[in-house]
């Protein structure tokens, strides 16, 4: 960029250099300039590139100058017409968890087929009870307790609504019950079977209570850890519902401080405030704490509807980032201009607020047409004033350096000519990087609002952890249509504002109160302070300082150290997420969570898996074979019951308990052909039979078309990103089996492939972005040492966070990722515009590096703190997501404020090419073109 103004001309900064620098040989320039005898090929399309970009932004300038009105209405029409796209805003693509994850996948693929068969939607809530002071609750005061608060769910109502209008229900043989998964599965019986008052349910507390309360201590405990058989004849899987302390070694002789329940409401997992299941939840909560005081243990819950909250509580530190957003404008506001009656710029600075919230509308419109938009990208203003921003301080600086021109029309075409430039290679590669992000497989960083974590409770059931996030794929196709906009409208409307505010300057009116003229103008502020302080910094101070050898080379080894210590924690990053990380402190969800790692924490890693055999002659005897091999319980027989992940006793499979019904005890025992379906149809009016029918699913001609069976696995031996070994693992075992059209499903399979692939997606991302960013710099000024200089920026920023990361125990998962990705963006700013500064100056790389940092280090310090003040506030946020955003964005600006602001004009001091001119005045020349 080239300004050459009364303040900060050529002449005035080899001044300054000289005398400055007396001391240092080598620093003093011995010719002015350092332009080749024939320039290059390279050389001529760079400075054909920069002319022609000036050329058009000064007529741009020039048009808007004579005509700022009518470019204002034309911004807001062009808004107008592009907000269109609002009327196709779509709040949720319907694909749920499938944003989070890679598309095309086997388990998605997979789990549609199942899908197509099967429907069932439930919604868990979870209660564990634990013993005053870890007493044993392996008692019968302890199982009656745990009853009391099951009749606490059976009492709940809701407008109407009862737990039996909700449950989910199962039947086996006569009896019609609600789904509950505890120890009281155990003890319910048959024989003092009550029924619920609706005449049709049978009542699980009721019947359970009347049984235990014929049972002593040592009956309760034998039935627990001696029988483990539950009332349908099913292995209970004890240290799912019975705790043991955290660190102890197994089940300790029959006792247990806590015990785990499971109750199940039908419904889907969105439903949410206002729902009958959603508000039935709440109020259940709500009484079974109050229970909890009247107990001689303690209740800790954990409804599905808690978890829903959590991901709205994600959001109660949104007026806290807006607040931050206002402190921002603030400041814009009061260094704009300068601060006196006539000098401020505040209207001006609204103005240019006013232009990113148009561009905010209309990129909600054009992405809401292309269906990329979705209520999660609400927060994108904040992006948006921290990129957009830049922009209007560096046209404000570039207008200010020509206040020798008189004619207006005029002094905004050679501004616009020499910010045009700058803030065109920034708009770009930011956009371009942002855009070129988006072909990441996975969709999620979407315009969806919820993703979910699920997490296993129980054999055959979850429960899903719903919280919003930022997404990685569309939201950084979002953000680089944003920046594009926004690029138009600074470019455009603010420029057009920026043409009033200086006629008004022009006739000395006052800012804000324009009717009012001042009589007797002053040249300082209201502090007493002159105009352009901080440039007189850089100018006088901070180039001088920062271009002497002892500085340049405490830089250089302050960056490669910095780069060591980072490499080294960079690879030594683990994919981590702590699954209470969202909720709030001291909520009940929050609590119950903390409960679970003491005396649950070796379930977290226990996933259900369902095996799904589809279309296939199922009454052929070898395939029965086959069948009977892949669901044999003896793991030296079985093909599921020898893999290495299978949870032991978990395997619960219809054909089993068909076989089991017909007498088949050995392997290579089938029923007739003939007789298959007959035998199959009288095992489906048995007890065992009923209960599974729900796994089946027959044709039109009643005949078998799927089925599912059920199992758990175990992965605790794996980390995050290597679990992907124990799906292929449990692949491999079915498919041994050769039960054709047979394979494993679990939703969880869908989070083992995206942790499986986050690492590659990240690296992808990131070096899509910087290559990005290094071609459109190269595209944009036609010089490769000058890009590869400018990539320096980002690439050391990048690096230097990963490193930080490990070192500062900062998590790394998606929300940091989506940090990263944005990161590239955020810091090109800084290491472009000084580039940009760079090749726009005239005489030796010294005297340039002092220029670039004299003309574009103020606006580049005023962005960098306005977004540090609009992010920083973020210190006082509460939440797990605002947290990491806040800790990542100082990161972000810290790093790209060093590397941007010193690391590159030091590189460039020593390494920089040939600028764009070789005098002063060359410029001004192209601009007359």
Known sequence: MVVEPEEVSASDIKKVTSASLSSEDDNTPKRSVEK????????????????????????????IGKRPLRTIALSFIGVAIASLGLFNYENNDGRGQRIWVPEGTSSGENLDTRDEYFDDSFRISQVILVGKDDADVATQEGVLELISILEVFEETSWEGYGYYDLCNTAAYGDITYCVVNSVLNVFFDEEYVVYADDGTNVSFSRTTRAKVSTLTDEEIKTAIFDSAITWTNDPFTTDLFVGELSGSNGLNERYTPAFRMNVLINGSPSDSTGSKEYEFEKVAEK?????????????????????????????????????????????????????????????????????????????????????????????????????????????????????????????????????????????????????????????????????????????????????????????????????????????????????IDSRRQKHDRRDLFCCSVVKNRSTKNIFGFENFGLKRFFKNTFAPILLKKVTAFFVIGLTFALFGISISGTVSLELTFQDDALFKEGSPIAEYWDVQEVYFAETSNIFPVEVFTGQLDYANENNQRKMS????????????????????????????????????????????????????????????????????????????????????????????????????????????????????????????????????????????????????????????????????????????????????SIDFNTVTII????????????????????????????????????????PLTHAGITTFIATGILVFSTTYVFKLFFKMFMMIIAFGMFHGLVLVPVILWKFGPDGFFERDGDFKEEEDK
């Open 36 to 63: 080749n005898a024939s320039p290059d090929f390279l050389a001529r399309l760079s400075k054909k590139l920069d002319n022609t970009s000036r050329t058009l932004f000064f007529r741009l300038g020039y048009w």
């Open 287 to 499: 009484n079974v704490l109050d229970l909890s005081d009247q107990l001689s243990s303690t209740a800790y819950v954990n409804i599905f509807a808690a978890q829903q909250d959590s991901g709205a509580d994600q959001a109660d530190d949104v007026p806290l980032l807006l607040f931050g957003i206002m402190l921002a404008i603030i400041y814009v506001c009061m260094t704009m201009g300068h601060l006196n009656s006539v000098d401020s710029r505040v209207g001006l600075a609204i103005a240019a607020v006013v232009g990113i919230l148009l561009a905010y509308v209309a990129m909600i419109g054009v992405c809401s047409l292309i269906s990329w938009y979705g209520p999660v990208h609400q927060l994108l203003p904040l992006l948006l004033v921290a990129i957009g921003i830049d922009d209007a301080y560096v046209i404000v600086t570039a207008f200010d350096e020509t206040s020798d021109i008189s004619d207006t029309p005029e002094r905004v075409g050679r501004a616009l000519s020499r910010a045009g430039a700058a803030i065109t290679v920034t708009s770009c590669t930011n956009s371009f990087a942002f855009l070129m992000g988006g072909t990441t497989q996975i969709p999620a960083m979407d315009g969806s609002p919820y993703g979910q974590v699920c997490f296993f409770v129980v054999p055959y059931f979850m429960y899903c952890l719903t919280f919003r996030l930022l997404f990685l794929r569309q939201i950084r196709l979002v953000i680089g249509v944003g920046i594009f906009l926004d690029f138009l409208l600074q470019a455009t409307f603010f420029v057009a504002c920026l043409t």
């Open 629 to 808: 091999i892949l669901f044999e319980s003896d793991p030296e027989i079985g093909a599921i019951s020898s893999d290495p992940f299978y949870k032991q006793n978990t395997l619960n499979s219809w054909y089993s308990l068909f076989r089991e019904w017909g007498n088949l005890t050995d392997p290579t025992d089938v029923f007739p052909y003939d007789s298959y379906y007959e035998e199959l149809s009288k095992f489906l009016l048995t007890e065992v039979g009923i209960s599974i029918k729900d796994s089946l699913a027959f044709g039109e001609d009643q005949k078998l078309v799927a089925t599912l069976s059920y199992l758990a696995i175990d992965t605790s031996s794996e980390d995050l990103d290597m679990r992907i070994d124990v799906k292929n693992s449990i692949e491999e075992s079915i498919d041994s089996a050769g039960v054709p059209n047979s394979f494993p499903v679990s939703r969880f399979f869908l989070w083992f492939e995206r942790d499986a692939i986050l690492y590659q997606e990240a690296l992808q991302i990131l070096l899509i972005a910087l290559a990005v960013v290094f071609v459109v710099t190269f595209l944009m000024i036609g010089n490769v040492r000058a890009s590869a200089i400018t990539l320096l920026g980002p690439c050391f920023s990048v690096i230097d966070m990963l490193g930080l990361m490990y070192y500062f």
């Open 819 to 858: 940090c990263l990705a944005l990161s590239v963006g955020l810091t090109i700013d800084f290491s472009s515009h000084i580039t940009i500064g760079f090749m726009s100056s005239v005489g030796s790389r010294y005297e340039r590096v002092c220029g670039g940092l004299t003309h574009l280090g103020p």
